[in-house]
């Protein structure tokens, strides 16, 4: 199953409201979860199960999709969100990695 | 507190061989997967395989299969990845994951994450 991200970069400013789409090439139901990966660090689980909130995970991100369409929104940049995200499907094995979205500040 | 501590970075020759480890602590080790994802420099994540160490269940990613090889020791709470014969394009960081199991399904999600171990592969 492949993931296409969208889109690869982006640039906002702090406060904006921000969405990022992941498109499966096959239907993988709720099965998606999102990580947000900064320089230098290993990724972090934001969502998993398409919209359910890791714990001590800021309510500014959510989640929402089935199917083959997900989004990742952000509701009000922070400074601390500027970073790369990537989904990822977990209904079948290999558990593939979208190619990722960078944000970054305008 | 959950961590997986990752060996240290590695320099090798094309050719050579090497393991490196993951050592989880704070939990019970045997009833989670541990997932290996590799992060090639200035690319994206990598699914690489996973592997259950309850049972030492393990699934590979095609792309990677024949040329690594996944373990675990319970006894020490350590999962392992291996190659026999190194290429420069193993050059990269690799990360271990832990996975909550799910009965009769594949892990819905990684949750915790080792700190990485680079791999330099230079003749």
């Known amino acids: 199953i492949q993931l296409t991200q969208s889109p690869s970069s982006l640039s906002a400013s702090v406060g904006d409201r921000v969405t990022i789409t992941c498109r499966a090439s096959?239907?993988?139901?709720?099965?998606l979860a999102w990580y947000q990966q900064k320089p230098g660090k290993a990724p972090k689980l934001l969502i998993y199960v398409a919209s359910t909130l890791q714990s001590g995970v800021p309510s500014r991100f959510s989640g929402s999709g089935s199917g083959t369409d997900f989004t990742l929104t952000i509701s009000s940049l922070q400074p601390e969100d500027f970073a790369t995200y990537y989904c990822q499907q977990v209904t079948s094995y290999p558990q593939t990695f979208g190619q990722g979205t960078k944000l970054e500040i305008k | 507190e959950v961590q997986l501590v990752q060996s240290g970075a590695e320099v090798k020759k094309p050719g050579e061989s090497l393991k490196i480890s993951c050592k989880g602590s704070g939990y019970s080790f045997t009833n989670y997967w541990i997932g290996w994802v590799r992060q090639m420099p200035g690319k994206g994540l990598e699914w690489m395989g996973i592997?259950?160490?309850?049972?030492?269940?393990?699934r590979y990613n095609p792309s990677f299969q024949g040329q690594i090889t996944m373990s675990v020791d319970k006894s020490i709470s350590t999962a392992y990845l291996q190659w026999s014969s190194l290429k420069a394009s193993d050059t990269a960081m690799y990360y271990c994951?832990?996975?909550?199991?799910?009965?009769?399904?594949?892990?819905?999600?990684?949750?915790?994450w080792g700190q990485g171990t680079l791999i330099t592969v230079s003749s």
């Open positions: 994951a832990r996975a909550p199991s799910v009965a009769g399904a594949p892990p819905y999600y990684f949750d915790y």
């Open positions: 096959q239907g993988i139901s709720n099965y």
């Open positions: 592997i259950y160490p309850g049972d030492s269940d393990a």
